[in-house]
């Protein structure tokens, strides 16, 4: 039985990456024309969306989305979710349908073979090292919020070696962010996505996915002196939707 088990996880990984690879190579040509121009990149969007659908589908996940508050078509927002899986990526792109976003991520993930190609074209990458990349990012966000986009980060900023950590604390950027262009935080709860699809190769499984959306928080008025309570905020509203899961 153990031995079908990790026959199926081996199955399962591989397929997987295949359904990251093969839809951007079908559809490279319209991928590529999307990021021609910054004027495209709605078009881009609609894409990726497809690309995420296609891989969370295809790997027999369905996904459940509870909305305290939705977010209105055409504004600007800062998205913060937690992050255990490298399905949080799709899942954001489905989840979030009318309001286009660019997310913030490591620069590590552009080295990933197709997938890293337009990584680095349509996202921000930021080099945690780097005071200058860090400097970088906030020039490239507030050129991308200026243009009508979204922001995605993942504020824990990478996902913590001790799978006993709930969740792990949150980087400053995020909030610093939303409070200097005075535009609304989301917070987002992946509920499953580290029992349905974590980052250890022999282990996961299919089934639903649930997303909840809380209630945005409002940063109108507020200055950098407040970033600290309202990350303090944000990550209490997730770590407290997170262990009502646990303890059920």
């Given at each position: 039985?153990?031995?079908?088990?990790?026959?199926?996880?081996?199955?399962?990984?591989?397929?997987?990456?295949?359904?990251?690879?093969?839809?951007?190579?079908?559809?490279?040509?319209?991928?590529?024309?999307?990021?021609?121009?910054?004027?495209?990149?709605?078009?881009?969007?609609?894409?990726?969306?497809?690309?995420?659908?296609?891989?969370?589908?295809?790997?027999?996940?369905?996904?459940?989305?509870?909305?305290?508050?939705?977010?209105?078509?055409?504004?600007?927002?800062?998205?913060?979710?937690?992050?255990?899986?490298?399905?949080?990526?799709?899942?954001?792109?489905?989840?979030?349908?009318?309001?286009?976003?660019?997310?913030?991520?490591?620069?590590?993930?552009?080295?990933?073979?197709?997938?890293?190609?337009?990584?680095?074209?349509?996202?921000?990458?930021?080099?945690?090292?780097?005071?200058?990349?860090?400097?970088?990012?906030?020039?490239?966000?507030?050129?991308?919020?200026?243009?009508?986009?979204?922001?995605?980060?993942?504020?824990?900023?990478?996902?913590?070696?001790?799978?006993?950590?709930?969740?792990?604390?949150?980087?400053?950027?995020?909030?610093r962010l939303a409070i200097e262009h005075?535009?609304?935080?989301?917070?987002?709860?992946?509920v499953d996505n580290k029992k349905r699809?974590?980052?250890?190769?022999?282990?996961?499984?299919?089934?639903?996915?649930?997303?909840?959306?809380?209630?945005?928080?409002?940063?109108?008025?507020?200055?950098?002196?407040?970033?600290?309570?309202?990350?303090?905020?944000?990550?209490?509203?997730?770590?407290?939707?997170?262990?009502?899961?646990?303890?059920?």
């Open positions: 039985m153990k031995i079908l088990k990790y026959a199926f996880w081996i199955v399962w990984r591989i397929w997987f990456y295949l359904l990251v690879i093969i839809p951007i190579l079908i559809l490279f040509p319209f991928l590529f024309l999307s990021i021609l121009s910054e004027k495209t990149y709605p078009q881009f969007f609609f894409l990726a969306r497809l690309w995420a659908k296609i891989i969370l589908y295809g790997m027999g996940f369905y996904y459940k989305v509870d909305f305290e508050q939705k977010l209105e078509k055409g504004k600007s927002y800062m998205l913060v979710a937690n992050h255990t899986s490298m399905l949080d990526i799709m899942l954001m792109l489905i989840v979030v349908k009318k309001n286009p976003f660019v997310f913030v991520g490591k620069k590590e993930l552009a080295k990933i073979p197709v997938f890293g190609f337009f990584f680095k074209r349509v996202c921000i990458m930021v080099d945690r090292s780097s005071s200058k990349s860090r400097f970088k990012v906030f020039e490239l966000a507030q050129k991308r919020l200026h243009q009508g986009l979204s922001i995605c980060i993942f504020p824990e900023g990478g996902v913590p070696d001790d799978e006993s950590i709930v969740l792990d604390e949150f980087k400053d950027g995020a909030f005075q535009i609304p935080i989301v917070p987002i709860t992946f699809f974590p980052f250890r190769f022999f282990s996961g499984t299919v089934g639903r996915m649930r997303v909840k959306i809380h209630p945005f928080i409002e940063t109108k008025e507020l200055t950098l002196e407040n970033r600290q309570e309202v990350k303090h905020k944000t990550r209490a509203i997730i770590l407290k939707e997170l262990e009502s899961y646990i303890k059920k």
